[in-house]
């Protein structure tokens, strides 16, 4: 079944603890931290995602547009993050196995995100090795909300779970940017379960008639 994850990179900051409650019939919560290096933009630290543990028992998907992100891994973990992501392109590939072995010693989800340049073949390591828990497809430029859907990742997402499919099939496969409820059937079409929505949620005059629309 499709998950849904409203990312509050779109909800109002001043009233957070109000937009997570608008969102309650969402599966997670996705939180986006931006170093202002891995991208321009920089967001928040692991004080407000402890706030946020504090305020929801919502699945906390955290993801790490940081740059060395395996420095950030305890903070964010003791935080209260369920699951983390970082990004392949953020550090050579033994930093990214540390990062992910640090994970599995504060017993937190791993995950491994690609930007849309990364070939979908660099996830098979992250598969077989590390045991990834999930796989994050970005179907636009990390950085900021409200981007359109990059179409020519679709490709992309239907190989990551053919590889999924074949070397972890218990991993979960997350698309984010660009979601709407058609994006998000396509992404559905080529294999994803679980979808981050932003602008499509929080912009909507019915939130969770946004996400049950996003559900299909």
């Known amino acids: 079944m499709i998950k849904i994850a409203p990312s509050i990179l779109s909800a109002d900051f001043c009233n957070l603890e109000r937009d997570i409650q608008r969102v309650s019939s969402a599966d997670w919560l996705h939180v986006d931290v931006m170093d202002g290096m891995f991208v ?5 630290g692991p004080p407000v995602v402890q706030s946020i543990r504090a305020r929801t028992e919502m699945f906390l ?4 547009m940081v740059e060395k992100p395996v420095r950030l891994v305890d903070a964010f973990a003791r935080a209260g993050a369920d699951l983390l992501t ?6 050579m590939p033994p930093a990214i196995h540390a990062a992910l072995a ?12 690609l930007r849309p340049i990364t ?20 179907t636009v430029e990390p950085g900021f909300g409200g981007q359109p859907f990059l179409a020519g990742q679709l490709p992309k997402i239907q190989a990551v779970r053919r590889y999924i499919q074949r070397y972890r099939p218990e991993c979960r496969l997350e698309v984010d940017g660009g ?20 602008s499509a949620v ?15």
């Open 86 to 91: 970082v990004h392949l392109e953020a550090d």
């Open 61 to 64: 998907d955290v993801h790490l």
């Open 40 to 44: 321009p933009n920089l967001t928040i």
């Open 179 to 198: 979601i709407h409820p058609a994006t998000a059937r396509q992404a559905a079409e080529a294999g994803a379960d679980v979808l981050v929505a932003g």
């Open 202 to 216: 929080y912009s909507a005059p019915d939130p969770a008639a946004a996400i049950a629309a996003l559900r299909g």
């Open 102 to 113: 640090e994970m599995d010693r504060l017993g937190v989800k791993k995950g491994i995100a």
């Open 119 to 138: 070939a979908a073949e660099a996830v098979i390591p992250y598969l077989c090795e590390a045991q990834a828990d999930l796989i994050l497809v970005m």
